[in-house]
């Protein structure tokens, strides 16, 4: 089985409902809002699986948010708040390692989103104000 076909299998059994699907790119998007998941790319990158969600767009004045994300993913268990390209956004990205991914690990990675957004998402939310 491909490693592609594995990933969305687990996501299936979790019960995250793909709502698109790229399959020359091996990547999906799945959401489940009552989780914090939204529009979370699941990117298959041999040798690696990388995972994806847009939290937010960057403020005008964004130091005092660039110091307490740092705070923040010391807290982390999985992944880490990040700025894309352009430092425009603030997304949250976990990777995995393809080779011996397991339900358990993808479960622990996604979950990790969920409790960082209840854990900070109301104060990350006074920064776009």
């Known amino acids: 089985m ?11 059994e979790l019960g995250f409902p793909v709502v698109e699907e ?7 998007v799945i959401d489940d809002e009552e989780k914090g998941v939204k529009n979370m790319v699941i990117d298959c990158e041999e040798p690696i699986l990388v995972i994806e969600q847009v939290i937010m767009k960057t403020p005008d004045d964004p130091k005092d948010l ?9 807290e982390l268990v999985h992944g880490a708040f990040v700025l894309d390209d352009t430092a425009e956004m603030i997304i949250f990205r976990d990777t995995l390692q393809l080779e011996n991914l397991d339900l358990n690990e ?24």
Request: without cysteine; aromatic residues 8%; neutral net charge.
């Open 2 to 12: 491909k490693k592609f076909d594995l990933v969305k299998q687990y996501l299936l």
């Open 22 to 28: 790229d399959t020359a790119e091996e990547l999906v």
């Open 66 to 74: 660039f110091k307490r994300l740092l705070q923040m993913n010391r």
């Open 106 to 129: 993808l479960e622990a990675s996604i979950q990790a989103l969920s409790m960082a957004l209840s854990e900070n998402g109301s104060e990350l939310l006074n920064y776009v104000k």
